[in-house]
């Protein structure tokens, strides 16, 4: 069965931290290809994080040095790691994995992946 789950998303003050988790099946798990997106309402889903077809690691600009990428192969899932979290973060947070062509660094923050996750909601307080 393919699958994407995420988890780790709540309610969180500005300042605080949240990991987020994504499990995959094992047909839709790779080190390559695989990223976070976030979406707020009336807004287009926007890349964060991730790894492009050959497993290098690229972040958008808005949250450098805040969020970290990372990934468990055995257990076939991938980690967005948010620190400081701010306001402006609260969005619900999206894995998605499978390019749909050979993406470079910044292609990679693109929608065009094959699977996606559910989403799960990251909401931060002032």
């Known amino acids: 069965q393919e699958y994407l789950v995420e988890s780790g998303g709540g309610s969180v003050q500005a300042g605080g931290s949240l990991r987020l988790s994504c499990a995959s099946s094992g047909y839709t798990y790779s080190e390559y290809c695989m990223s976070w997106f976030r979406q707020v309402p009336v807004k287009e889903r926007e890349g964060v994080a991730a790894?492009?077809?050959?497993?290098?690691?690229n972040y958008a600009d808005s949250v450098k040095g805040r969020f970290t990428i990372s990934q468990d192969s055995a257990k076939k899932t991938l980690y967005l790691h948010i620190d400081n979290l701010k306001p402006e973060d609260t969005a619900m947070y999206y894995c998605a994995s499978q390019c749909q062509f050979r993406m470079t660094a910044t292609q990679s923050l693109g929608v065009s992946y094959n699977y996606w996750g559910q989403g799960t909601q990251v909401t931060v307080s002032s």
């Open positions: 790894y492009d077809s050959d497993g290098e690691i």
